[in-house]
């Protein structure tokens, strides 16, 4: 089936019956939509130079590790459907059991201004001269070190390890804050876990934040739980309940809106994202 290209697609012609298809550039195989065999997209077709897209490298160091390590599995969602599936650690391309989808596995070193959309099941690492404006970014995993203007969605772990203001949307499962790190996050951060060693501004809906004895939060929060460990500390508004409730619905309808009074938690004044 052929169709207008899209950004970062081309047109593959299937080897056995010879039907087209739209294809994502960064593919090294897929199966044909007609009669379902296997196609070798580098056999069948050109790529273009994709200049963010990681360098394949089949020498003989790339070929001596992989016999050295040990082949890994990890589950994987598609992005599409949501279908869970088994992916080998030296695979870096696949296709959804369920929709067909490609996916990408690889990962991704942003190292300069960047703008375009990336979308792999690997890790995308933002370096210290990263600067990243993308209006999407959907990844496995990620590392911050430079700076985060557009949007950013991981379904696994994000480290963040800079300092300065990110003002891009971040939504991860896992967002940990390294030490020595001093962030504003200008939009609201939504996760699942938090977890702060460093200084933090922000906004936060999550289930569980943990604040460790070099962390330090300012801001509000909305969680279904906190922690502070002795020497963490905490300024600001807590709520504690369903993360991503308004205040309003956070707090038992039989009590009024009250602000608790902060406590003393061992040597932080208060109660307490590399």
């Known amino acids: 089936m052929a169709g207008n290209k899209g950004p970062g697609q081309i047109t593959v012609a299937c080897p056995h019956c010879h039907a087209k298809q739209q294809e994502s ?24 130079d994709i200049p963010f897209a990681p360098k394949e490298n089949t ?33 870096e ?16 070193k942003i190292t300069g201004n960047f703008s375009r959309a990336v979308q792999t ?20 995993s990620a590392f911050i070190l430079g700076k ?3 949007n950013l969605q991981c379904t696994g772990e994000t480290r963040v390890k800079t300092t300065g203001r990110l003002t891009g949307a971040i939504e991860s499962q896992t967002l940990v804050v390294e030490k020595r790190s001093d962030v504003e996050f200008v939009r609201p951060l939504r996760v699942s876990s938090l977890e702060i060693h460093g200084k933090v501004s922000a906004r936060v809906y999550a289930d569980t934040v943990s604040i460790t004895k070099t962390g330090e939060l300012e801001g509000s929060v909305h969680a279904k739980s906190i922690k502070i460990e002795k020497g963490g500390i905490f300024h600001g508004d ?27 938690m061992g040597d932080q004044p208060t109660l307490a994202l590399a």
């Open 25 to 48: 550039a960064f593919a090294k195989s897929t199966f044909c939509r007609k009669c379902g065999k296997h196609i070798d997209l580098r056999k069948v077709a050109e790529r273009p």
């Open 148 to 150: 985060v203007h557009g």
């Open 238 to 264: 807590l709520f504690i309940g369903k993360g991503e409730l308004e205040q309003s619905e956070l707090l038992p309808k039989t009590k009024a809106t009250k602000k608790k009074p902060t406590q003393d």
């Open 121 to 140: 099941h690997g890790t995308v690492a933002v370096g210290k001269s990263g600067d990243v404006t993308s209006s999407k970014i959907l990844c496995g």
């Open 93 to 108: 391309s696949g296709s959804c059991v369920q929709c067909g989808t490609y996916m990408d596995l690889r990962d991704f």
């Open 59 to 91: 020498g003989f160091f790339q070929k001596f590790t992989r016999l050295i390590q040990r082949e890994k599995f990890r589950e994987i969602h598609c992005f599409a459907c949501d279908a869970k599936q088994t992916v080998s650690s030296f695979a």
